[in-house]
């Protein structure tokens, strides 16, 4: 059984950050690409950041130079470290998994809620 696990969302202040982490089961991790997703009320779901398998990375405008997305295949893991958040960061962020070749196994998470509020 896949299960994707969020953890590490909460409530900061403006100008602070968070760690956000992902612990994958079930699957062969190296062999997926994972990205961070998140959905804030009244909006669609958008990609912030992913790294393929081999390491490489890309991020949405609004985060670039702010968040960093990594990965631990040992600890089948990927994390998600925001700093300088802002309030218009506030949303649920769900963690993704796609294999990189066969398209029907892609799996997501429950979502951490991030609120960033003073």
């Known amino acids: 059984q896949v299960q994707l696990v969020e953890s590490g969302g909460g409530l900061v202040q403006p100008g602070g950050s968070l760690r956000l982490s992902c612990a994958a089961s079930?699957?062969?991790?190296?062999?997926?690409?994972m990205g961070w997703y998140r959905q804030a009320p009244g909006k669609q779901r958008e990609l912030v950041a992913a790294i393929t398998t081999g390491g490489s990375t890309n991020y949405a405008d609004s985060v670039k130079g702010r968040f960093t997305i990594s990965r631990d295949n040992a600890k089948n893991t990927v994390y998600l470290q925001m700093n300088s958040l802002k309030p218009e960061d506030t949303a649920v962020y769900y963690c993704?998994?796609?294999?990189?070749?066969?398209?029907?196994?892609?799996?997501w998470g429950k979502g951490t809620l991030v609120t960033v509020s003073s």
């Open positions: 079930g699957i062969i991790f190296s062999l997926y690409a």
């Open positions: 993704n998994a796609k294999h990189t070749i066969v398209d029907r196994m892609d799996y």
